[in-house]
DNA sequence: CATTACCTGCAA
DNA sequence: TTGCAGGTAATG
């Protein structure tokens, strides 16, 4: 699920909510497979009267900066939810961590599946962490010329060289899918075949994209949800994913569901090509 | 590049 | 019962 946007909102709401409250305890630890550095022991000895100094993002991560030189980062892959729980909000059997803050708040880590993942790292692990990403999409440093210099060095197709978290940070399934049909490109096109229009269009439907998703809080297809225990609304502009069979917003055809590099992939065969 | 694994729930 | 799902890592 959360992909850049899902993860921008929940950071957004966190800091929001929980700087600069310092963690008690750890109410519940049901799963411990999700910690996956240090081991559990040790993340329950370390982490209690730590202060959340800040919340924000870096690819898929939520980032929760502690006490220096500590860095809780919580990753929600496919249907992980993170929120502050209201005072009335009862965990349950998916609820498989809780830390109770000094504000007599509690922060809830819910996960249908297990995919979940949490770290926390020093600033060695934090600066690992952070080189194996690629750039942050919605940063000014990420430019028409830098999307180009990483299109121009990869013989892939656009579908998996956008889903690649080392070349571009925080882009999935529906975002890709979604930027693909307002640049007018086909997911399958070799990546260097693109023109410079082409690639002025992807930067600018990835951009605009991201940007408008995250003023959605998110897209909710059934876990996400943001900060707050809310849902996200930019499933409801969705142009192609969940959209097969439907007509293109802007010629008509039916959208198709294609598999590209095994991921499911909508797209307008009309419109997409260049 | 494709396949499998990690997990659970839901729809066809 | 089978296949599919927003993600990613580990194998051929």
Redesign the pocket.
């Known amino acids: 699920?959360?992909?850049l946007p899902?993860v921008e909102t929940i950071a957004r709401d966190l800091a929001r909510q929980i700087v600069p409250h310092r963690i008690t305890c750890i109410e519940r630890l049901q799963w411990d497979?999700m910690i996956e550095t240090p081991t559990p022991q040790e993340f329950c000895q370390l982490l209690p009267n730590q202060t959340i100094q800040t919340v924000r993002r870096r690819?898929?991560w939520l980032l929760l900066d502690l006490d220096p030189p500590w860095t809780l980062a919580l990753?929600l892959?496919?249907?992980g939810r993170i929120w502050v729980a209201k005072p009335d909000d009862i965990p349950d059997t998916h609820t498989h961590l809780i830390l109770q803050l000094d504000s007599q708040q509690r922060l809830f880590f819910h996960d249908?599946?297990?995919?979940g993942r949490v770290r926390l790292l020093d600033h060695n692990g934090l600066a690992a962490l952070n080189t194996a990403y690629g750039p942050e999409p919605l940063a000014d440093t990420f430019t028409p010329a830098v999307l180009a210099t990483t299109l121009a060095r990869s013989a892939?197709?656009l579908k998996?060289l956008l889903?690649d978290?080392s070349r571009v940070a925080g882009l999935?399934?529906?975002y890709v899918d979604e930027s693909l049909w307002h640049a007018h490109l086909h997911p399958a096109r070799p990546a260097t075949s693109l023109t410079s229009d082409d690639i002025d269009r992807l930067y600018l439907a990835i951009r605009t994209v991201l940007t408008d998703a995250i003023a959605h809080q998110g897209?909710?297809?059934?876990?996400?949800r943001t900060g707050y225990n809310t849902v996200g609304t930019y499933q409801h502009v969705f142009t192609v994913y969940q959209r097969e069979g439907l007509p293109c917003f802007r010629c008509g055809t039916p959208i198709e569901r294609h598999l590209i590099?095994?991921?499911?992939t909508r797209l307008c065969p009309h419109c997409q090509h260049g």
């Not at 897209?219 to 996400?224: E, K, V």
């Open positions: 699920m959360p992909e899902e497979r690819a898929k990753h892959r496919m249907s249908v599946r297990k995919f892939r197709r998996p889903l978290q999935g399934n529906i897209s909710t297809l059934r876990d996400y590099a095994q991921r499911g």
